[in-house]
Each structure stands twice: as C-alpha cells, then as structure tokens.
C-alpha cells in the first residue's frame, strides 16, 4: 500500500485526479469504478477542468458506480445517478449507456444485483477502482460485519451512516433504509485502487485503517490485502491523536 500524504482537500482532489487520469490514458478502454458522496466532488471537478483543457476523451471510458439507494429514482436530487449526472457525466464525453449505477428502483433487486455483477464481468473488471471511507470503515456502503466474501447486494444501513449522509437531503426527503452496494469481494477483484481520505471527521477511521488489524469490523481494512492501493490522505485526515 502507497500513503501520498497531502496538505489539504486541493491537493487530494489535484493529485487523485491526476492519478485517475493517468490510468485511464495507458488504457484502450478504461473501466473505472466510481465513488459518490463528499470526499470525490473535488476530484471530479478536477476531471471536468482537464477534459475542457486538453480535450481528453471519455467516449471508450466505462464506468460502474460503487453504489445506489434502494428506492430513490434515477432523477431524485438525492440519489447517486443524479449526483453522477450533476457532478460529472453532464460535463464530459462519457456515453451515459457506457455509465454503470446500480438500480435501485428495480422490482426485483436481488436479480438486479446480480445483473450488476454480471455487467462488470462483461467488460473484463474494473481497472481502477475510487473509494471513499465511512467514518465507521465502510467502502461502498458495506457496513461494519459485512462478509469479506460479499458480492454486490442489499445493504440495510447503519443509523450512523445515514446520519452522516443527512447533510445530502437537506432539500428534503429521509435517507433511505437500504442500498445496493458492490460488494467486498468485487471491490477486491479491481485492479487498482485510488482510496481518498479527507478532513478531521475522518482521522479516526483513517488512524484505525493504517493501523492495519484485517477485520470485518471495519471492513475497509481488507484493502491491506490488495495488491495495488495507494491512498490519499490530507494533513486534516492524518491528524488523529491518542
Ligand atoms: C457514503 C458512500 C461511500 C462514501 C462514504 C464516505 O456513504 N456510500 O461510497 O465513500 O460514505 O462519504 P463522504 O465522502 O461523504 O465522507
């Protein structure tokens, strides 16, 4: 595992994207697994800044997104397709049928899940996979308990978790009960992952990862295992004290 140690949530976004981007250009067709919530927003920005600049193309880009509430439709303010829509897809070149959300309106959501599985497998996996962090260890919405051996499925969310994404809602509406979420052994089979961690909020999840005990617990600890993490942190993040 690489630690880049940045100074604030600026640099992470310059240097994520940088990252991202550099991947995606030593590839044909890039798959890439995309992350929601605060922690990506700079980052995507950063994106669209460098798509305007140079005129980088993401017409062969694929991408599958980690996650998507249960009940919430594709246009709700609050769901994860119309973040993804707002925060980046309406500013680049990336086809929306090469864009991957899970479904979470879907009548049958256990079939949904595992088309889900199936779609990523179709393009040959995820090259490079964005992960945020809970502040309970969860990546994607996999809660603390999770089997390290899950797939993409129904997730119930942990009150903590849902009080943590209630800033998102503030236009209204409650944050849904369950999710879809990738699962951890999907998230393991990427190639490469770029994990951004930022801000005080999150020094004592991040101090709890580096520390390195593998347990389901605190389930984004399994990425000590993966063979290619390298993960950003600002000053803010890093500044945990016993
Ligand atoms: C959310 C999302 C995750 C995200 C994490 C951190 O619940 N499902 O994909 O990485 O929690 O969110 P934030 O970046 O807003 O702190």
Known sequence: ????KVKNYQELSKIGAELLIDELEKLKRPVIGLATGSTPEGLYSEIIKYHKKTNYSFKNVVSF???????????DINSYHYYMNDKLFNHIDLPLEQTYVPNGMAEDLEAECIRYEEEIKKTGGIDVQLLGLGVNGHIGFNEPGISFKSRTQVITLNESTRNANAHFFSSGGEVPKQAISMGIKSIM????????????????????FLA????????ATILHKHKDVTVIADEAALSYEK
Request: aromatic content about 6%; charged content about 30%; overall charge negative.
């Open 212 to 219: 390195g005990e593998i347990t389901e617990e605190f389930p």
């Open 189 to 208: 089979e990427t190639n490469k992952i770029i994990l951004l961690v930022s801000g005080k909020n999150k020094a004592y999840a991040l101090s709890k």
């Open 65 to 75: 997104n980690l996650d998507e509430y249960i009940g919430l439709p594709e246009d």
């Open 1 to 4: 595992m690489k630690l880049i």
